[in-house]
């Protein structure tokens, strides 16, 4: 049994080295940055709450590696964070990792990507091969693997995009036609890292993760399509480059609003360019090849979890949006409507100040509840915030003006689906 650090352990990819690892016996830790989310993952296991922007110097490790024999590095931004995290995460942060693992004689997997390079011409793909570039200029016991396309149950943000495309009932959307791209199951990436660890690969070893075909990215999205149920058929749709960057724009806007929207710049450039490798060196290191992606698709079949999840990708987004417009332009409307609510509080015996604190600190809580909502951090507490307005409302109304239940614009009525909206934004976003 060994110990082993795992970086990034509530990922996509972490998870499932993770699981990979407790059923080979070994000993996990998992370093991530948000508590909630680590204990969610695995509870059973010992946790870091680090962050690596503050991770740069090798110091910032000591405690850390404390007792670790490995370390398996599968963090990453997918680009969300912007250059700066960019740059700290994949290249700050690793090469300190790197400098004292190799000082104390800790194995570390670097989970890289295929196609990363200081050459690159993509900012994203150019931090990774800085961070690979560091890992093996400090040396030690270490190994680089390069995975493309990860399979899995979750998905990679790339891969978040393709399952909404595919998700899309009445089209068969298309995109990036005349790219190509190899896959790895997450299982034969975790393999890979065991056989690693085993010693059954060589300390020093570089080397792609891919299946040995590449696929046309028409057909993987075709194939994701069966794999959903969904079935090959449907309205051919090309989905053209000049729509998909103003939406990977409006996504990367999001981000700055701590969204994680798949449809990102950094995501349609990845899409937008071969996602490819080399899977002989891995061969004849003695690794096992990958398997290809059908046999990977019918390995690993979609659940009724898995096709809600790719359909709601698609909704969202606009159900979020929804909610806050529909709540912040109900304020600004009270606001030019405020008569028409003070001539609603005229028969209620109110005194003054109270119907002025009601009307006034009506608007300005509707319209910080709408604003509130297009903040990732924020918005899980203005769903509970509307879901709560709405029902003082409801009570309320039903109370003073019991006759809007049979107003023609069925006022009250719209607030139970406003209230459904709050509901379905609550379920479908994780606590942070």
């Given at each position: 049994m060994k110990t082993v650090l795992v970086i990034g352990a509530y990922g996509m990819i972490g998870s499932g080295?993770?699981?990979?690892?407790?059923?080979?016996?070994h000993r996990v830790i998992g370093l991530g940055r948000n508590r909630h989310a680590a204990l969610r993952a695995f509870p059973m296991i010992d946790w870091f709450i680090q962050d690596l922007d503050f991770m740069t110097e090798p110091r910032a490790w000591a405690d850390v590696l404390d007792e670790v024999e490995f370390v398996v590095n599968c963090a990453g931004t997918h680009g969300i964070g912007g250059r700066v995290e960019a740059e700290l995460v994949h290249h700050s942060a690793v090469a300190a990792l790197a400098s004292i693992c190799a000082d104390t004689g800790?194995?570390?997997?670097?989970?890289?990507?295929?196609?990363?390079?200081?050459?690159?011409s993509d900012p994203h793909l150019r931090h990774i091969g800085a961070g690979d570039a560091a890992v093996a200029v400090f040396g030690g016991e270490y190994w680089i693997l390069r995975p493309g396309l990860v399979l899995g149950e979750g998905a990679s943000a790339p891969g978040r995009v393709l399952r909404a495309l595919a998700a899309v009932r009445l089209f068969r959307l298309t995109a990036f036609a005349?790219?190509?791209?190899?896959?790895?199951?997450?299982?034969?990436?975790?393999?890979?890292?065991?056989?690693?660890?085993?010693?059954?690969?060589?300390?020093?070893?570089?080397?792609?993760?891919?299946?040995?075909?590449?696929?046309?990215?028409?057909t993987l999205i075709r194939d994701l399509r069966v794999w959903l149920g969904i079935g090959p058929g449907g309205l051919p749709l090309h989905l053209p480059a000049v729509l998909l960057w103003p939406l990977a724009l409006g996504g990367t806007v999001l981000a700055t609003l701590g969204w994680r929207p798949a449809l990102q710049l950094a995501t349609l450039r990845r899409l937008s360019r071969d996602v490819l490798g080399d899977p002989a060196p891995w061969v004849a290191a003695g690794g096992d090849p990958p398997r290809p992606m059908a046999r990977n698709l019918a390995m690993l079949p979609a659940t009724s979890d898995t096709r809600a999840a790719a359909g709601l990708a698609?909704?969202?987004?606009?159900i979020v949006i929804l909610l806050a417009l529909i709540t912040g332009t109900s304020g600004v409307a009270s606001w030019f409507e405020r008569e028409a609510l003070y001539a609603l509080l005229e028969g209620t015996g109110l005194p003054q100040n109270l119907r002025d604190a009601l009307v006034y600190g009506t608007v300005f809580i509707q319209v910080s509840l709408g604003m509130m909502l297009l903040m990732r951090r924020t918005a899980r507490m203005a769903a509970w915030g509307v879901i709560t307005?709405?029902?003082?409302?409801?009570?309320?109304?039903?109370?003073?003006?019991?006759?809007?239940?049979?107003?023609?614009?069925?006022?009250?009525?719209?607030?139970?689906?406003?209230?459904?909206?709050?509901?379905?934004?609550?379920?479908?976003?994780?606590?942070?």
């Open positions: 080295i993770v699981r990979a690892l407790r059923a080979e016996g800790i194995g570390l997997i670097h989970m890289s990507c295929a196609g990363a390079s200081v050459d690159s005349r790219r190509r791209v190899q896959t790895v199951a997450l299982p034969d990436l975790a393999d890979a890292v065991l056989q690693c660890l085993d010693g059954d690969i060589a300390a020093g070893t570089i080397a792609d993760i891919v299946e040995a075909e590449p696929q046309a990215m028409t698609q909704l969202l987004p606009l307005l709405a029902l003082i409302f409801l009570v309320a109304a039903t109370r003073v003006v019991p006759t809007l239940w049979f107003d023609p614009m069925v006022p009250l009525l719209n607030l139970l689906a406003v209230i459904m909206l709050g509901v379905i934004v609550l379920i479908a976003l994780p606590r942070r």
